[in-house]
């Protein structure tokens, strides 16, 4: 089975850990270029970040500028036929699951059944009390968001929920998702993220661990859904097709000729796919790829030259 590779979009967040000086004067018809050859590049997904507001303590680093993913993912659905659409990963805590499964169940209809429904705890704590969410709570807040979610994207137009956060039934909701099954990745890489993807995710999103890390997180992974499916979880916990992610180094196809940072890796294609091919003896099923560029035109040339020159290799 070959890896599977998807991108997290530039411009449409700008934290200075990633963002190019390019992306400042970006905008749509970038995001568009972009999304439109990823797709001709064969690229398995869109990604899109989700942060509602930043505060300036942490503006210089994370920047103020996060477009928010259900409208950017819808934007480029219309842009495109095939290539999925991933939020990478939606604080869901921060919103009630009904009004969340609404926007991202109209996502999915109208997209004909691409979304990929990524989610994460959230770490930005003045977001939290603005909309008034208790951020120490955010672990237990997420867990019940994600119960609350398979319910409320589910076949059922009214679908039903009891829980100690949230309590909702006999309230209908259309058009529903195009998907019989919305895929819910879960992001993060603390034990408690990671055993919150294994045990009610259907995939894992990993939060940029390093290579050495992989493996013991892979394991305990497959452990604990082992684990899960031996004690015969009544919830389907822990059973199924489950996705793992990983986020590779940033890359550069061929001789740069500029400095592009001592973690990114370059070279021909072929050296390029032998590094990657690690990664999915480890048992990564996708990987989530990051190019160096100086310009969008840069950018999605080394896009095209991973689909048409590397991505035959993996």
């Not at 411009?11 to 190019?20: D, N």
């Not at 290539?83 to 009630?96: P, Q, T, Y």
């Amino acid at each position: 089975m070959s890896l599977q590779y998807g991108i997290q979009l530039p411009v449409q967040s700008q934290s200075t850990i990633y963002a190019e000086p390019w992306e400042a004067a970006a905008g749509p018809d970038d995001l568009l270029a972009i999304a439109r050859a990823a797709e001709r590049a064969g690229f398995a997904y869109l990604a899109s970040c989700d942060h509602v507001a930043i505060p300036r303590r942490l503006a210089s680093a994370m920047s103020t500028v996060w477009y928010d993913p259900v409208a950017t993912l819808a934007f480029l659905a219309a842009a495109t036929e095939r290539i999925r659409l991933l939020s990478h990963v939606a604080v869901v805590g921060l919103r009630h699951p009904l009004l969340t499964a609404k926007q991202f169940a109209t996502l999915d209809h109208l997209s004909g059944g691409r979304l990929i429904l990524g989610v994460g705890a959230g770490h930005v704590r003045e977001e939290f009390e603005a909309l008034g969410v208790d951020f120490e709570q955010r672990g237990p807040v997420l867990d019940e968001c994600i119960d609350a979610l398979r319910a409320a994207l589910g076949p059922d137009e009214y679908p039903e929920h009891h829980g100690k956060l949230y309590d909702f039934g006999g309230l209908g909701q259309r058009p529903r998702p195009t998907q019989e099954h919305v895929p819910v990745w879960v992001g993060g890489s603390s034990p408690a993220a990671v055993r919150r993807a294994a045990l009610r995710g259907d995939g894992w999103l990993p939060q940029g661990d390093p290579r050495d890390r992989l493996p013991a997180q892979i394991a305990r992974i497959r452990r604990l859904r082992e684990e899960a499916a031996r004690g015969g979880a009544a919830d389907g916990c822990g059973q199924g097709p489950f996705t793992i992610g990983a986020i590779a180094e940033p890359l550069y196809i061929g001789n740069p000729g500029w400095a592009v940072g001592r973690r990114t890796l370059t070279g021909e294609p072929e050296q390029l796919a032998e590094s990657l091919r690690a990664y999915q003896a480890m048992g990564v099923h996708q990987l989530q790829v990051r190019f160096r560029s100086r310009s969008r035109t840069e950018l999605t040339d080394q896009m095209e030259a991973f689909g048409t020159q590397v991505a035959r290799l993996l």
